[in-house]
């Protein structure tokens, strides 16, 4: 950058002092800058016709341009970078907008500085869903949640009855699963979530579920108490479960715009045909889901299932050699017989427990 060149922040801080009506002199001692420079800025303002306030809306990469625009033939050879190729690079673990320039940098003779990429970039990601801004780390965190939806399943000679929908989402690249389930029960969630960490392939190392009275027993603002049978699953797999915050709808932005968008392609076009099985209804479910997943973004290169290859697959944890066993805790009170009553089967105890409350485990 050349010697009469100032940074952004001493430009706007010579206007200000020459709008309060100092010297060229005066500003020069103020902000220890040499009078020659302090000439140039402001003769460059008055060209450019800036004055002090600047417009609330002018950024710092705007007002850079309007001083220093760059000739047709510079700004030619000035390629822009790939927003989408910069946007994915950054959910990889430590990737920084940092180290993008400088690869951008080193790979361009004529390139950009880098306050003009980064602001830029942020511009660009102005225009893409408030959702797919977040800037998720690959294989991070997968977001769960029941849809709302049912769809009806007839069995032959039997009542119909509503399946409920499961739906989870990996925050990096997008990529869904859905399943049906018969109710909203524990062990239906827990199923769910062993499918779905199957058909991932891996494991993520944070789940992120609402505050459902099935994953959580005592919902709280700090520290929510995690049904048991669902923090074991959690040792199981080694990954960590961290309920979204109550009123925070930011914190399950991503299961919340995947669940409509599941809700207009994957589940309304199945809204005219009959179901005799849940797994009938699966099955159509998992057609639709693949089109889903594999739908090229409007604003983003590729697809879900794309990036999902690139980004998060590589980065999940490997699954453990053995399934989930899915059990249920209960904490009857022993009685004065020595024994414990655990649906309707009694088990005996060593004496000293008697009167206790137990914790018994029923796979």
Known sequence: MPAHRLPMRKIKDVLRLHAAGLSARGIARSLSIGRTTIARTLDRAQEAGLS????????????????????????????????????????????????????????????????????????????????????????????????????????????????????????????????????????????????????????????????????????????????????????HYGMAIVPARVRRPRDKAKVESTVLAVSRRVLAPLRNRAFTSLSALNEAIQEELDAFNRRAFQKLEGSRESQFEAIDRPALEPLPTARFEYAEWKRPRAGINYHVTVDGHHYSIPFRLVRQVIDVRVT
């Not at 007002?63 to 959910?91: G, I, K």
């Not at 690869?103 to 970039?121: D, L, P, Q, T, V």
């Not at 893409?128 to 294989?139: C, L, S, Y």
């Open 52 to 235: 002090w306030p600047l417009p609330e809306e002018m950024t710092d990469a705007e007002l850079e341009r309007t001083l220093y625009p760059a000739s047709p033939a510079a700004e030619a050879e000035r390629p822009v970078p790939d927003w989408s190729y910069v946007a994915q690079e950054l959910r990889k673990k430590g990737v920084t907008l940092r180290l993008l320039w400088e690869e951008y940098h080193a790979s361009h003779g004529e390139a950009y500085r880098y306050s003009w990429f980064c602001e830029a970039y942020r511009q660009w990601k102005k225009t893409i869903d408030p959702v797919m801004r977040q800037e998720h780390k690959a294989g991070e965190k997968l977001f769960v949640d029941w849809a709302g939806q049912t769809r009806t399943v007839v069995p032959f000679g039997e009542p119909a009855w509503e399946a409920q929908i499961f739906v989870a989402v990996l925050g990096a690249s997008g990529y869904a699963y859905v399943e049906a389930t018969r109710t909203q029960t524990l062990p239906d969630w827990i199923g769910a979530h062993v499918r779905t960490l199957e058909a991932l392939g891996g494991v993520p190392r944070v789940v992120v579920p609402d505050n459902t009275r099935t994953a959580v027993t005592k919902p709280c603002y700090y520290e929510p108490d995690l049904n048991r049978t669902y923090a074991d699953l959690a040792t």
